[in-house]
């Protein structure tokens, strides 16, 4: 069981092993990743480069969202939730991995080979189909709702999500499919996740 934390940085402590695991699926490959066709959308969206601070903000945006948990409960509930949203995405990455080609849209100025380069070094062109980013800020929306600065939250998760396909992160597909593992994962509390802990009170 995970508990907040007085030091913020702790947060990302929490997460290293999933940052592991994303980054063990990103960059060791058991397939050859497949760059799927643009639709009528992903071609016609545009690249909107001022937007990419807002995607790499996502790095601080998921562990502001674990600090505004208001109990224990509930921020275990975001740890358990978001790697159950990584396995079902690791699924796909493993075994249907999906690239996308950045460097057509980033090499252009001196600003975004700045942010490729580093991307590159920490993120991979791969893990593309679901979006992660998708579905963990979807789910991060959801609990913001209700709270202080709901709306900061929601609004700043929103343009996270947005920014990865005009930031020529992700396909509309990829996105899509995130907030698919986003409503899979709210049903696995549902279900199981719940009863599970139901259980254990039973018990104790």
């Known amino acids: 069981m995970v508990k907040k934390p007085r030091c913020f940085l ?3 402590l929490y997460w290293v092993p999933y940052t592991l695991v994303y980054e063990a699926t990103n960059r060791f490959l058991l397939f050859p990743p497949t760059q799927l066709e643009f639709t009528w959308l992903d071609a016609n969206l545009p690249f909107v480069s001022f937007l990419v ?27 358990y939730l978001t790697h159950f949203q990584l396995l079902v995405c690791a699924l796909f990455f493993v ?20 942010f490729l380069d580093f991307w590159l070094w920490f993120d991979a062109p791969n893990n593309c ?7 963990n800020c979807a789910l991060a929306i959801h609990y913001s709702l209700g709270k202080k600065w709901q709306w900061l939250f929601c609004f700043w998760g929103g343009m996270i999500i947005v920014s990865t396909v005009l930031c020529k992160q992700h396909y509309i597909v990829d996105l899509a499919a995130g907030l698919c593992v986003y409503l899979l994962s709210i049903r696995f509390k549902e279900w199981v996740l719940d009863p599970w802990k139901g259980a254990a009170g039973a018990v104790a």
């Open 53 to 79: 601070p807002v995607y790499v903000s996502y790095l601080l945006f998921g562990c502001l969202i674990l600090a505004n948990s208001k109990d224990n409960q509930e921020l275990n509930d975001l740890f």
């Open 129 to 135: 189909f679901p979006s992660l980013h998708t579905a």
């Open 10 to 12: 702790v947060y990302y």
């Open 95 to 114: 075994f249907f991995p999906v690239s996308f080609p950045r460097h057509e849209y980033y090499a252009g100025s001196a600003f975004t080979k700045v």
